[in-house]
């Protein structure tokens, strides 16, 4: 199942390290799978705030996506990144094709309190 890793980065000030890091940074995850999906193209914000930049890689799975993050190679150029920018990255698994939020809407109400459930009679 695809994995994604998704970086919220803050803007910066442009620097060597920046572009060195950028330069780099395909050598890295190519072998493991990796592509960009998403990288510092404009996004449109439709609520709340979304400052910054967004970078998105997919990978064929999570297992790909947690080795390449692990890697000697990753790790010695994320310094680079790190000193620089600020901002949130996550690994997060992709759904499954075909897949249904019925069970994920079940387990929801089921988890609500018995008066909040639909068609749950309320009695006083």
Excluded: C
Excluded at 10 to 23: K, R, S, T, W
Aim: hydrophobic share 40%; glycine share 8%.
């Amino acid at each position: 199942m695809t994995a994604y890793v998704i970086a919220h980065l803050q803007d910066a000030a442009p620097h060597p390290e920046i572009a060195e890091y950028i330069e780099r940074l395909p050598g890295t995850f190519e072998p493991y799978g990796g592509r960009y999906l998403v990288h510092f193209t404009q996004h449109e914000v439709k609520e709340g705030r979304w400052p910054g930049n967004v970078v998105m890689l997919g990978f064929p799975g999570i297992a790909e996506a947690r080795a390449w993050w692990d890697s000697p190679a990753y790790r010695e150029i994320a310094p680079l990144r790190s000193r620089h920018i600020e901002g949130d990255i996550i690994l997060v698994e992709g759904v499954p094709e075909g897949y249904d939020p019925a069970a994920t809407v079940k387990a929801l109400r089921e988890a609500l309190p018995a008066e909040q459930r639909p068609g749950q009679a309320v009695t006083s």
